[in-house]
């Protein structure tokens, strides 16, 4: 999902926005879901931490794969990203931190899948 923009020849990459808007369309219900859920944080409140966290991760993750798209900075950048995303979601919700960072893992794991089925069907 969140790819940058490929050497050609290849499908023809999404642009940020498409990249941005499919990872929210994917994110933020599985976000509101988790916490909600597991009463992490009401409704609002969720949706909340779903929207900021790819306001705050999504930017940055996107330029600095335009930089290197190797499987290696490919993984580091998600790991990170969940890392991230997990202590925003425990910040806005101020609840339990190893909750928010299976929230995080879980809606960062659907859209990195989601991204690859998109790309390998040709953007």
Do not use: K, Q
């Amino acid at each position: 999902m969140r790819r940058a923009p490929a050497a050609a020849p290849g499908p023809a990459p999404m642009s940020w926005g498409e990249a941005f808007a499919l990872t929210l369309a994917v994110e933020v219900p599985l976000y509101v879901a988790a916490l909600v859920g597991l009463r992490l944080a009401p409704l609002r409140r969720g949706l909340l931490a779903a929207v900021v966290v790819n306001l705050a991760t999504h930017p940055l993750l996107w330029w600095a794969l335009s930089r290197d798209v190797t499987m290696g900075a490919v993984v580091l950048a998600e790991v990170c990203v969940v890392l991230v995303e997990g202590l925003i979601v425990r910040v806005v919700t101020r609840r339990d931190g190893l909750l928010a960072l299976l929230a995080a893992l879980g809606a960062n794991a659907a859209s990195f899948a989601v991204g690859l089925l998109v790309t390998a069907a040709g953007g």
